[in-house]
């Protein structure tokens, strides 16, 4: 899959980025008979043979899977993300490789490696209501988006078909019904919560939607992929339970025969012409040599993370662009958003001792959003989703009596309590004081100027922490929660994964970088279709709205390339 070979560098299209979105890209490019290049920063990851403890028992890690105090304290940043642990820790950054400038405190978490996040990401994937796309405008926290959500509806059915999306038809208003395999089961007190949550607050607690192959259909056994409920997904999975660029999009794109993946090919700029008024190319600075080169294509795909590709845009400057790429308006880098993590709680529950489960879910529960759906009924604006789970108390979690042989297995062989935790994901005001910008005098070892992270939190996440504390709470505390610990922790943004903007989409060339179709305004032939394409946050997980997005956009760049648009 991988090619290092630099014989041949003019390419029908780049995708710049292998991870959910450039994945996709390829995939979709390569299906409609272009010639692709895919450029990755990191190394390469091959599906299977680079999972290395896929398999790996927890007792065979030195601490049991968790990190040293010295891989702590090297990587004080990264080593907070969630999933970060001994068994996972080689499919993420380490800090000192890759810096870059907090001006306000700003965890930025990054996979460079083919695959990139899709190896690591949360796979929760539920659909953008009509009321995500519309709100910010409606309310007057962001600007009009340019599509809704029956622009979009499509190419969500056309990803969730190919990649596998569990769950159940529930017809909520806020997360609309998909293309669905069967989804994870309710355990008995997840089923009490939902019970409760509907009785008592007329309020949905569902099995999540999530990007596990839970009844393959034909499509998932061409590519032979079968969740097994082992809930060890972040590891890389051997039988591809879950989406990953590695185990589907990027398979599937290698056998049309139009893929070439070139790996540490650290990504410097895009070339534009002056005279066509198009990009020709991209500059590409080995990432073991340093030797620079470029890469030629009628089009090209920006899809290296949200803050990465503002970066690369913001260093594509020129004659027509000495600000960036496409950036006449000057707000590229600009209202870069998140999603708002920072709270949630956790209770014990009595009884149900006589239950248990089977099997080791990899998914969660959503209690779908329900503020400012039709109005604004709230001190905020924007809304949030909960996600929650209940469990057994484990082995580890037991204070476990000082005891050996028949009395210690005695001892480990009872269940602990059960218990339920809910967490809030809480859309964010896009606001053009959150910006990124290149640093003037600080490049990174490929001469590269290093990233300025500007973003903070506002008035708005706090007052939507307050209710999602007071409505978490009511809601266990009616389900006959006890001991209900509660917390917000304030973490820094990026510590989310999920930032959004800085290149968003519009209707207006004087407040947005790209058209409906994810073209930047200025450059036709140039396509923006990770995070950084974002005009707002919306509530739900932000992915499967990427991969859609990016396949939409595909069809039309391949469509106008045949028409001599570009």
Not at 12 to 19: E, K, N
Not at 69 to 90: C, F, M, Q, W
């Amino acid at each position: 899959m991988a090619d290092n070979s630099d014989a041949v560098k003019q390419f029908d299209a780049i995708v710049i980025g292998s991870g959910i979105s450039g994945g996709w890209a390829a995939k979709e490019l390569c299906e409609k008979g272009m010639k692709t290049l895919v450029l990755e920063r990191g190394r390469n990851v091959e599906h299977v043979k680079d999972y290395p403890t896929a398999n790996t028992p927890s007792w065979e890690f030195k601490y049991r899977g968790a990190v040293s105090k010295e891989v702590l304290k090297a990587n004080p940043y990264i080593s907070r993300a969630a999933g970060y642990d001994d068994s996972t820790a080689h499919f993420f950054v380490k800090d000192a490789d890759h810096p870059y400038i907090q001006e306000k405190p700003f965890e930025w978490i990054r996979g460079y490696q083919v695959g990139g996040k899709s190896l690591i990401w949360g796979r929760a994937c539920a659909r953008w209501s009509e009321m995500d796309f519309t709100a910010p405008h409606r309310y007057g926290y962001g600007i009009e988006w340019p599509i809704g959500y029956d622009d979009i509806a499509p190419w969500y059915s056309h990803v969730e078909k190919f990649i596998g999306v569990c769950g159940n038809k529930e017809g909520i208003a806020t997360m609309p019904d998909g293309e669905f395999q069967p989804a994870f089961e309710l355990n008995c007190v997840e089923q009490h919560l939902s019970d409760v949550v509907r009785e008592k607050f007329n309020r949905h607690y569902v099995s999540g939607r999530w990007a596990q192959v839970t009844q393959p259909q034909e499509v998932q056994k061409e590519q032979h992929r079968q969740c097994l409920s082992r809930n060890l997904c972040m590891r890389g999975c051997p039988f591809g339970g879950y989406f990953s660029s590695n185990a589907s999009t990027l398979p599937w794109a290698e056998k049309t025969g139009n893929l070439t993946i070139r790996p540490f090919s650290v990504v410097h700029s895009i070339i534009y012409d002056e005279q066509s008024g198009k990009a020709t190319g991209v500059k590409v600075i080995d990432a073991k040599t340093k030797e620079a080169m470029v890469f030629h294509a009628k089009i090209i795909f920006l899809n290296a993370s949200a803050l990465n590709t503002n970066l690369v845009l913001l260093n594509s400057t020129s004659k027509r662009f000495p600000n960036g790429l496409g950036n006449d308006n000057g707000l590229l880098g600009k209202y870069i958003c998140f999603h708002n993590y920072r709270a949630g709680m956790s209770g014990e529950f009595d009884g149900f001792e006589d239950k248990y489960y089977k099997v080791s879910k990899p998914s969660e529960c959503i209690i779908p959003n329900f503020r400012n759906v039709y109005e604004k009924d709230t001190d905020f604006v924007g809304g949030y989703v909960i996600f929650s789970a209940a469990y057994r108390e484990k082995l580890s979690d037991k204070n476990l009596p000082a005891a050996v042989g028949a009395k210690f297995k005695e001892a480990i062989s009872k269940p602990g309590k059960w218990g339920a935790y809910m967490y809030m994901q809480g859309e964010t005001i896009p606001k053009e004081s959150n910006h990124v910008r290149l640093s003037k005098d600080k490049k990174d070892e490929w001469g590269i100027p290093l990233l300025i992270t500007s973003v903070d939190y506002d008035d708005n996440d706090d007052r939507m922490v307050k209710d999602f504390i007071e409505q978490g709470k009511a809601m266990l505390t009616a389900a006959g929660a006890k001991n209900i610990a509660v917390y917000d922790n304030h973490q820094p943004p990026g510590l989310d994964i999920h930032e959004m903007g800085g290149v968003r989409m519009g209707k207006d060339p004087a407040t947005s970088l790209l058209n409906e179709w994810n073209q930047l305004h200025h450059c036709k032939n140039v396509f923006v279709t990770d995070g950084a394409c974002m005009a707002s946050t919306g509530n739900q997980s932000p992915s499967i709205l990427y991969m859609s997005l990016t396949a939409r956009a595909a069809t039309y760049a391949v469509d106008q390339l045949k028409k001599g648009a570009f």
